[in-house]
């Protein structure tokens, strides 16, 4: 059996630990309501951009871009959406394993992966993968420039046949307790055929039509970029959101476990003080037993 002083240095360290991680579950809860209100906020105004591309679309039936090309599938791309610090649960673990779903068994010159955050560049990297381009510094609280540089990024990847397609990997926020990994294909943009066409060209005539100034090609040449920036934005948001929800979880649950420990410490420092009084006495009574 331990020591008492042996036990009472592991119930101080593991007080410690507790205060750090009751300490980190605060900082997190506290930081997922802002990143909540930004991932729920940005959501309508995603939906309503892919509404007016939509509509769009539909009234330019013969419009072209290097956005909207499909040609044979040579090469995929990769955004992954990571986060740049640990102790956040399953979070990374599973944005990871669903890289490797995507990318395992493949020919490495058919894909390339472009990284943000610290976390999947270590996971990859230790794996021995190779990163097209990295990004980090932002992963619990991304600007809007940081999605607007990393989609003119895979924009220029597409547009100069580096890649034929590019889908992006992140974490779509449900609630605090409930994330879900996602890959949603980012390039070529997917625009309705023809019959989703009719029915939004019907809709747009039963509804408010929309009026396009100068005119609905100038209008869709300028909403496509924008279009990829807001899906990039919006996944970076999802993303954030997701890591705290995951962190403050995995704190709390250290927390508690922390909690038990100390109880079981007690319990066992308990015992081994009343071992401990108990030798005591036996050997005080076997000494005056041996003085009789």
Excluded: W
């Amino acid at each position: 059996m331990e020591s008492t002083r042996d036990i009472k240095g592991r119930i101080k360290s593991v007080t410690n630990i507790q205060q750090i991680t009751k300490a980190m579950k605060m900082v997190a809860a506290a930081r997922l309501r802002k990143a909540e209100e930004k991932a729920n906020g940005s959501r309508p105004y995603a939906e309503k951009i892919g509404e007016l591309l939509r509509r769009a679309s539909s009234v330019t039936p013969g419009f072209t871009s290097p956005l909207l090309a499909t040609r044979p599938v040579k090469k995929v791309g990769y955004l992954i959406i990571s986060s740049d610090k640990g102790l956040a649960g399953a979070y990374n673990s599973n944005v990871m394993k669903r890289t490797i779903q995507e990318i395992s068994g493949k020919d490495p010159a058919s894909y390339s992966i472009y990284m943000c955050g610290k976390q999947g560049r270590n996971f990859l990297k230790f794996r021995g993968y190779e990163l097209a381009s990295y990004h980090f510094g932002f992963s619990d609280k991304p600007s809007a420039q940081d999605s607007i540089d990393i989609a003119k990024e895979m924009v220029k990847y597409f547009v100069d046949e580096d890649v034929d397609e590019v889908y992006l990997i992140y974490t779509k926020f449900i609630t605090a307790l409930r994330q879900q990994v996602r890959c949603d294909r980012l390039l070529p943009i997917e625009t309705p055929d023809d019959g989703a066409a009719e029915g939004a060209a019907e809709e747009s005539a039963a509804s408010d039509e929309y009026m396009f100034l100068p005119d609905a090609n100038k209008v869709l040449s300028k909403l496509l970029p924008e279009y990829v920036q807001v899906q990039v934005y919006n996944a970076m948001l999802q993303s954030a959101a997701s890591e705290l929800g995951s962190r403050m979880a995995a704190m709390s649950a250290a927390t508690d476990n922390a909690t038990e420990r100390i109880a079981d410490l007690n319990l066992s420092y308990n015992k081994a003080r009343q071992a401990q009084v108990t030798n005591e006495i036996s050997e005080i009574v076997g000494g005056a037993a041996a003085l009789e």
